[in-house]
């Protein structure tokens, strides 16, 4: 393998955890030395306080990282985040949402920036809280967007989760009334992941690369696992899909890693950069 990248860009969940939601040893040591001489850019779903500890544990907390799927751009170059891009889902859009899914046993996060709400300490914010070591603010989401209304802000991400099939009507609804609006998509059949239609993890690192660097997309090499990660494999210079990836991604990738579990992307990446 005699590829040359000068940028390395991964998705979390899926792609570079392993079966306990935590980075392996051999992942650590392999990115940790990549870090040292190439950038390395976290990009996923999660909010930021959600993936700066894994950038602190592969040591490249000072480069930026992508949130909410595109949705929020950070750099930590002085060691502090500043915000380079951040769009948005209307409060208006949101509301609605919110609306819809009254009466149904569906849970809603709403997030923004570092701000994570949910509306009661359920099964499902649980299970994000352990997932991601993030303690949201429990909070009525609909006081929560009257603030964000007097501020002119939204969320970044809805994200939805519940029983299968309440989740597809909401999928359904999402798609036939504002699907030139919103990206919404099944992480899991009881998750769905609400944003922007104006962001993809592919337009992020575009602006990243066309506003902080003179890398191009030609030079990256990105790893995911989802659907949500379809336009960046498909962007990029050299796209790998984990082994556990989705039908969908598995067909537009140049390449097939290990899956998660077997630290598909560390093993990968010790190849194309000689890592022993």
Request: aromatic share 8%.
């Amino acid at each position: 393998m005699n590829k040359q990248f000068k940028l390395v860009c991964s998705d979390i969940d899926g792609t570079l955890l392993n079966k306990d939601r935590q980075l392996s040893a051999k992942t650590i040591a392999v990115l940790g030395q990549i870090g040292a001489t190439t950038p390395v850019i976290l990009i996923s779903s999660r909010m930021p306080k959600a993936m700066k500890h894994l950038q602190v544990e592969l040591g490249i907390e000072r480069q930026a990282l992508i949130a909410y799927n595109g949705g929020l751009v950070l750099s930590y170059e002085e060691g502090v985040p500043k915000q380079l891009l951040s769009i948005e889902i209307s409060i208006e859009l949101t509301e609605l949402i919110l609306r819809f899914i009254q009466g149904a046993t569906i849970h809603a996060s709403l997030y923004h920036g570092e701000e994570w709400y949910v509306p009661a300490m359920d099964y499902w914010a649980k299970r994000e809280q352990h997932n991601t070591k993030v303690d949201p603010v429990v909070a009525s989401l609909s006081e929560v967007c009257q603030t964000w209304k007097t501020q002119q802000l939204g969320p970044h991400k809805i994200m939805c989760m519940g029983e299968a099939g309440e989740i597809q009507l909401l999928e359904n609804w999402l798609t036939m009334y504002f699907g030139d609006q919103l990206n919404s998509y099944r992480s899991k059949p009881t998750y769905l992941e609400i944003s922007s239609k104006k962001i993809s993890k592919l337009s992020a690192l575009s602006f990243l690369l066309e506003t902080q660097s003179e890398i191009e997309l030609s030079e990256v090499i990105a790893f995911g696992d989802n659907f949500n990660d379809i336009a960046l494999i498909e962007g990029v210079g050299h796209g790998v899909a984990v082994a556990n990836a989705k039908e969908a991604l598995l067909a537009v990738a140049n390449e097939v890693t290990l899956s998660n579990l077997e630290d598909g992307v560390a093993v990968n990446l010790a190849q194309y950069f000689k890592i022993s």
